[in-house]
Nanobody, 129 residues
Framework: QVQLVESGGGSVQAGGSLRLSCAASGYTYSSHCMAWFRQAPGKEREGVAAIYTGGYSTYYADSVKGRFTISQDNANNTLYLQMNSLKPEDTAMYYC??????????????????????WGQGTQVTVSS
């Protein structure tokens, strides 16, 4: 049984930093796309960052480029999202997700929710001005 468990969310002031973690169990994601999504109230789920676990290629949404860094610890099957210079507009529930397909091709372009078949429960990030 695959489980993704996020942690590390919280409340910070603008300009602060948070590091999200996503521990995967039940499966070893060695050649998949893993991603972080976020969803603010009344908005669609947005792909924020993605990483191909077999080769470390990454994707970032323009809104977070230069501020967020996605990384992985394959030995511990854990995904991270380092978030710096946080802004109030970063406030959202953040979810990690595991891609349903194998291969680097599955990690090209903006991540779309339908491409991911396992999701964590989410961790709330709140940034105050």
């Amino acid at each position: 049984q695959v489980q993704l468990v996020e942690s590390g969310g919280g409340s910070v002031q603008a300009g602060g930093s948070l590091r999200l973690s996503c521990a995967a169990s039940g499966y070893t994601y060695s050649s998949h796309c893993m991603a972080w999504f976020r969803q603010a109230p009344g908005k669609e789920r947005e792909g924020v960052a993605a990483i191909y676990t077999g080769g470390y290629s990454t994707y970032y949404a323009d809104s977070v480029k230069g501020r967020f860094t996605i990384s992985q610890d394959n030995a511990n099957n854990t995904l991270y999202l380092q978030m710096n210079s946080l802004k109030p507009e970063d406030t959202a529930m953040y979810y990690c997700a595991a891609g349903r397909w194998i291969g680097s091709w599955s990690c090209e372009g903006s991540p779309m929710p339908y491409e991911y078949n396992y999701w964590g429960q989410g961790t709330q990030v709140t940034v105050s001005s």
